[in-house]
């Protein structure tokens, strides 16, 4: 049922009219935040009232560009973070460390917000958007976020004909350290999603991919890296030895659960399983975690004995 009911909600996105993008405040202004929301969708209407709440109340100092998901326009705009899934950007980050009921907490401004697993809330968005104003118009420097968080990788803007095409491995097969990702396949062109539903097929898995690829690149040969499709008789085995279902899988060094330094200051660790889209509500890691998996590794295996 719920896969009927998923697969409904899609087919009636699919029939919108491509919505033009909803601009507010100031475009000169110090504090620039893009939205990437499905705007008829209620799980994100509070996010979208906060944000025209915002532009309201300090339309000078804050600029507001609210994208409606799965548009040509957004589609564009939004693969240049290496994204396709909702998201809110501010200056162009979406991984924060900020205040929360008096206790700092790291968030992530993507997918569904406000629910147990979700990685923020919608009243993160307000704080988040009060620390880039404090930081810009008064000098306040926004709270340091453990474990270096960064912004999402980020590429130059592309062609409107697509997302860099990625290769099936990268790296010396002499590497320490072995890297497996196993992905689902593209759809065939004359398979794939047009108009509003463009991108949503073929696109998440190639800008994937870059991501990988794009995160594993500093490391300079000491991971060697290889996609496997999960229908090709290999991928098919490998799923099929660690019991896993369809989907995206991390393999580092023939294993997908890690511990890895947590940024919450309670916790000194925390546990990780590479599965899912990084950042997805329901994976259990988000992509700062796969950086530290990887350092681990490849300081363990380059370690001076």
């Known amino acids: 049922m719920k896969k009927a009911l998923i697969a409904l909600a899609l087919g009636i996105l699919s029939l919108l009219p491509a919505l033009a993008a909803e601009e507010m405040g100031n475009k000169d202004a110090k504090v620039i935040v893009k939205a990437f929301l499905p ?5 994100h209407r509070k996010t979208i009232n906060i944000l025209k709440d915002i532009a ?9 560009r609210i994208y409606e998901l799965r548009t ?3 589609n564009r705009e939004i693969q240049k973070y290496n994204l396709s899934c909702a998201s809110v950007f501010v200056n162009d980050k979406n991984q924060f460390r900020i205040d929360r009921n008096g206790k700092p907490v790291s968030i992530e401004m993507t997918h569904k917000p406000n629910e147990p697993d979700s990685t923020y809330n919608s009243e993160d968005v307000q704080e988040v958007i009060a620390q880039a104003v404090r930081e810009a118009y008064e000098g306040a420097p926004a709270p340091q976020t453990p474990g270096g968080l960064q912004s999402p990788i ?3 803007p592309q062609p409107q004909s697509g997302i860099p095409k990625t290769k ?9 350290v072995k890297m497996v990702v196993l992905v689902p396949p593209a759809p065939q062109q004359e398979n794939a999603p047009r108009g509003p539903m463009a991108g949503m097929m073929g696109d998440p898995v190639e800008a994937f991919r870059n991501f990988i690829v794009q995160t594993v690149a500093p490391y300079k040969g000491k991971v060697h890296l290889r996609f496997i499709d999960i229908e090709s008789d290999q991928g098919a085995a490998l799923m099929k030895r660690f019991h896993f279902r369809r989907g ?3 393999l580092v060094n023939n294993q997908h659960k890690f511990r890895v330094p947590s940024d919450d200051p309670d916790l000194a660790y925390k546990d990780v399983r590479l599965i899912g889209l990084p950042g997805n509500a329901e994976a259990p890691y988000m992509r700062d975690d796969l950086k530290k998996v990887l350092d ?9 004995k």
Request: proline content about 5%; overall charge positive.
């Open 154 to 156: 980020r590429r130059q």
């Open 56 to 64: 309201q109340k300090d339309p000078d100092r804050v600029y507001i």
């Open 72 to 74: 040509d326009e957004s």
């Open 296 to 304: 681990i590794a490849v300081k363990k295996a380059y370690a001076k």
């Open 168 to 176: 099936d491995e990268y790296g010396p097969k002499t590497a320490k």
């Open 39 to 43: 705007t008829q969708v209620d799980c």
């Open 248 to 250: 995206v899988y991390i």
